[in-house]
């Protein structure tokens, strides 16, 4: 059995701190604005805030960081640098953050931390994907595509509850569906569609992201219907 740790929790006990918890470490929060040298007494230190927020903390923990203690921040637009203050003590620095169900993207400033990362990762149930730092931004683009896809969602939710009577009854299923199947529509049917939108933000979004799949699948037709759409047609 993986050795049992103390879990210092710097801004309270978030779900993160729970996963350890139900993992079989000892969790504790601690209150660094008033106690800062309580970190002596943990064994990785849990940073699971905005990167405002842990640059702050790292300043106030620097002085009391000891070597080989481990320090993990979930911040996804920012790496290890976050935690160069405490790095100095010669701590284990590492970064996890959480893209989707268990699924973990990580990085770390050195071979031993992105072991141990992994390892943790793993403690709690997760799969780890080891990053370059350089990837945050598009990983963090991708995430709030995924993030948008509810603006979408809402929008044809609306639709439904105006044009099929009795269906809020059934919305919150309609949450949990899977994505629609999807259908090829010539420029004809396309008019159709797009015409019996009654928002003109959802028809501009309609029309945005049908380019979107006439440039991913080189549909010629399709994105000269767009270029008309945008043209006024």
């Not at 710097?10 to 993992?23: D, I, K, Q």
């Not at 106030?60 to 790496?79: S, V």
């Not at 979004?205 to 799949?213: G, I, P, S, T, Y």
Request: proline share 6%; hydrophobic share 45%.
């Amino acid at each position: 059995m993986p050795p049992r740790l103390l879990v210092g929790a710097v801004f309270g006990v978030s779900p993160l701190a729970e996963r350890f918890e139900r993992a079989g470490h000892t969790v504790r929060a601690l209150d660094i604005d008033n106690d800062p040298g309580a970190i002596a007494h943990v064994d990785l230190v849990l940073l699971d805030a905005p990167s405002a927020d842990i640059r702050t903390a790292c300043e106030t923990l620097a002085d009391h960081a000891r070597p080989r203690q481990m320090f993990l921040h979930t911040a996804l637009d920012e790496g290890q640098q976050l935690l160069d203050d405490v790095e100095t003590a010669q701590a284990i620095t590492m970064c996890a953050h959480n893209i989707f169900d268990n699924v973990w993207v990580t990085s770390a400033a050195d071979e031993l931390g992105e072991t141990v990362v992994g390892l943790l990762i793993t403690e709690i149930g997760g799969v780890s994907l080891r990053i370059n730092d350089d990837a945050r931004p598009a990983i963090a683009a991708a995430q709030e595509l995924r993030a948008m896809e509810s603006v979408i969602r809402d929008d044809a939710q609306a639709i439904l509850a105006e044009a099929v009577p009795g269906f809020d009854a059934v919305a919150q299923q309609f949450f949990q569906a899977p994505p629609a199947p999807r259908h090829a529509h010539d420029t004809q049917q396309l008019d159709q569609l797009v015409h019996a939108l009654p928002d003109p933000g959802v028809r501009r979004l309609f029309v945005d992201l049908v380019r979107r799949r006439g440039e991913v699948d080189q549909d010629t037709d399709t994105e000269l219907w767009v270029i008309q759409k945008y043209e006024g047609g």
